[in-house]
């Protein structure tokens, strides 16, 4: 028996842009076309690759995150190892019972009731009828739907249904995980059940592929990334490298009102240019070099910091901090040196540059993702600002024999 | 020929992996039918009962002819045997389209729709046969010894049917024209098929043409084993099984290999 694995080997796979030939009026021409000019070239004039040489291999107790912007192959990566689209070229291998959480409420019939729906929907994933049933109340138990069971899945809410789509799957003893972006359902509770189920399944050894968008999800569960780029070779690494990447090229779409010259990130106590990770609380200088193409005027510099997953760290404007207001013409240059502090906890954060306008509060020019920074500790819990906190902890020994009730300490009870 | 058996091999390996999976879909498709309805499994009866009740009037009363059988029991026969057809045909037909959500999302083998779509048809030819029974019971007509061939005709009747809409399937979903086609094709199948009135008696190079129906051969074979008069005619149902049977393989085969294209082109 081989070990389970999710992998891909030199995986390509082409689309086609517009309509295939859907009718019989088009079949003519298409078969005549197959006849004449036998062996087609690698990639036709509307057809396109979706997956280029696309390689990776996840073991036991590994995870890899899959990202990328909308339409850069995350679920037809998914799709090519569930078997449900054949790779062009290159082959994915899957061993093991295969858990696909992808659309988890699919075979849901809106006219049947939970129950009815649980075994439905259990057998499309591939469960046995006996393990559905012997699994039963665990799943409405997983759901928290006990009392609605009975109640066709149509008067159900979209939470609820996502939830028992999801009790579900959760209850599928796979040996290999697949997961399309299917979290961002239910409420916030439902979702930490969520993600500790599937560090669970991780922490068993199983191997998950996870497509998310949710880059803090990914840092949490992954070891690895791979980031897809429409048209281009994929990405892979650790995870704060490849997030540093994806976040930077995102959005470093420029604004047309004004050109970037230079853009560097220095870490402020060596004067070195910013490579790899940095510790919370290490001040940066960003240093920035914009050329202007039309007048903007009576301009603020803006400052905002935003975490991979869209959380927003911190915004401020150089007006609010009693700098006098800058106008600007036609190919004049704004040289801006920004120093802050990095006082967040680990993530990878983006860095947003704007001019605004501080007569009529709007954007004049917006630099999105300037420049990215990633941060590691590993002495915190879990949030997002350091705090730096002291603990200042003291014990009192009581000489009296302790009684739990009356130790409490003192004051209203 | 390798290839074919690996595929063969494939494709009932599926088959049993997801039995219980083609015992959910029908169960669905049967709970769903009936849910929300007073009838419930009585529609399962009705609709063959009014036709025989119509063509009953039409051929005793307006234009007679002679079968061997009580008019009515050998129309409701007819019916019900053409209905198990042409209704999983007509279910087949929009199977793989209707549930494009499944069919892109979530992998299994794509026969279960066909397949659930038979099994559905074949409960409801099990409540007709309680009918049948009954109209037999009421004309005085018993089988005899010949009913022992009874199983060897819904066998190949099964075959065949499967075959037929596993093509038709397949066929919509690459080309939704098949779904227009079919509706006139059924139609016209029906009368070239001896459910209302039999094709074995008539004469002339059309009758001939008709005897290569293989509908005509399972249907002629449930009302001989059936009704008792005679044992089924060989060298008619014969052919039809050796068809029926290279049908389905044939069809199978280029379904199983062409499912993966599903996806992509629904």
């Known amino acids: 028996m081989s070990e389970s694995v999710i992998a891909f080997d030199g995986v390509w796979k082409k689309f086609r842009r517009g309509e295939h030939h859907d009718s019989l009026r088009d079949l003519v021409p298409a078969l005549v076309g197959r006849f004449t000019s036998r062996r087609k070239p690698a990639l036709d004039d509307n057809e396109f690759w979706v997956l280029r040489n696309v390689s990776f291999e996840v073991r036991p107790g590994q995870a890899l995150g899959i990202i990328g912007p909308n339409g850069a192959g995350k679920s037809t990566a998914l799709k090519v190892l569930t078997r449900i689209l054949k790779p062009t070229r290159g082959t994915a291998r899957l061993h093991g019972r295969v858990g696909a959480l992808i659309e988890l409420a699919a075979g849901f019939h809106p006219d049947l009731t939970g129950r009815e729906n649980i075994f439905l929907q259990g057998a499309i994933m591939g469960m046995r009828r006996d393990d559905i049933r012997r699994r039963f109340d665990e799943i409405i138990e997983f759901a928290g739907i006990p009392d609605f069971i009975d109640t066709p899945v149509k008067r159900y809410s979209s939470g609820m249904n996502a939830r028992l789509g999801f009790a579900i799957a959760a209850h599928l003893d796979p040996e290999v995980l697949l997961i399309d972006e299917v979290l961002a359902v239910g409420d916030y509770n439902f979702q930490q059940k969520c993600y500790a189920r599937l560090e669970e399944f991780r922490n068993a050894g199983i191997p998950i592929a996870f497509v998310s968008h949710n880059m803090q999800a ?63 609380g290490a001040s940066l200088v960003l240093d920035i070099e914009i050329a202007a193409e039309v007048p903007l005027l009576r301009c603020g510099v803006l400052l905002q ?109 | 020929m390798n290839q074919l058996i690996a595929d063969c091999r494939e494709m009932l390996t599926e088959q049993v992996q997801y039995r219980d999976l083609l015992y959910e879909m029908t169960r669905r498709d049967l709970l769903i039918r ?34 061997d059988v009580p008019y009515p029991l050998f129309a409701f026969c007819g019916l019900l045997a053409w209905n198990f057809t042409a209704s999983t045909l007509r279910s087949s037909v929009t199977s793989l389209t209707s549930n494009a959500g499944l069919v892109t999302k979530v992998f299994f083998p794509r026969e279960i729709f066909p397949f659930s779509a038979m099994l559905v048809a074949l409960v409801d030819l099990v409540v007709g046969s309680s009918v049948l029974i009954a109209l037999m019971a009421w004309f005085g007509v018993a089988p005899s010894r010949y009913i022992v061939y009874l199983p060897l005709i819904v066998v190949v009747h099964v075959v065949f049917t499967a075959a037929v809409s596993l093509f038709v399937a397949m066929a919509n979903l690459f080309y939704r024209d098949v779904k227009y086609i079919f509706e006139v094709v059924i139609t016209l199948w029906m009368f070239a098929t001896s459910v209302l009135y039999p094709v074995r008696t008539m004469a002339g190079r059309l009758g001939t043409v008709l005897r290569l129906n293989p509908m005509t051969a399972i249907i002629d074979g449930y009302r001989d084993t059936l009704f008792g008069a005679r044992p089924p005619d060989w060298a008619s149902l014969g052919p039809a099984a050796l068809l029926a049977v290279v049908l389905l393989l044939a069809a199978w085969v280029q379904f199983h290999r062409s499912e993966f294209e599903f996806a992509e082109r629904i």
Request: hydrophobic share 45%.
């Open chain 1, 218 to 280: 990914i840092a949490t569960l992954c070891d690895r990334v791979m980031l897809l780029r429409a048209g281009q070779e994929p990405i892979i690494g650790d995870v704060p490298t490849v997030l540093a990447e994806y976040v930077s090229s995102k959005g470093s779409l420029a604004d047309p009102r004004l050109r970037v010259l230079n853009a560097v990130i220095t870490e402020s106590t060596s004067g070195n240019e910013l490579s790899g990770p940095i510790p919370p």
């Open chain 1, 305 to 413: 910091v935003v975490r991979s997953d869209g959380l927003m760290i911190f915004t401020g404007m150089s007006t609010l901090d009693g700098l006098p207001e800058i106008d600007l013409q036609p190919a004049d240059r704004l040289r801006a040196r920004i120093q802050f502090s990095a006082s967040v906890l680990r993530g990878t954060y983006m860095v947003n540059v704007q001019l605004v306008d501080t007569l009529r509060q709007w954007s004049a020019a917006v630099i999105n993702g300037v420049c990215s920074f990633v941060v590691t500790e590993t002495t915190r819990v879990s949030g997002c600002a350091e705090l730096q906190p002291s603990y200042d902890l003291s014990v009192a020994r009581s000489s009296m024999p302790l009684v739990s009730s009356q130790s409490v300490p003192s004051g209203r009870l």
């Open chain 2, 34 to 67: 009936y849910k929300q309805t007073i009838m419930g499994f009585g529609w399962a009866v009705f609709m063959p009962l009014v036709n025989t009740a119509v063509f009953s009037v039409i051929f005793t009363r307006v234009a007679p002819i002679s079968t």
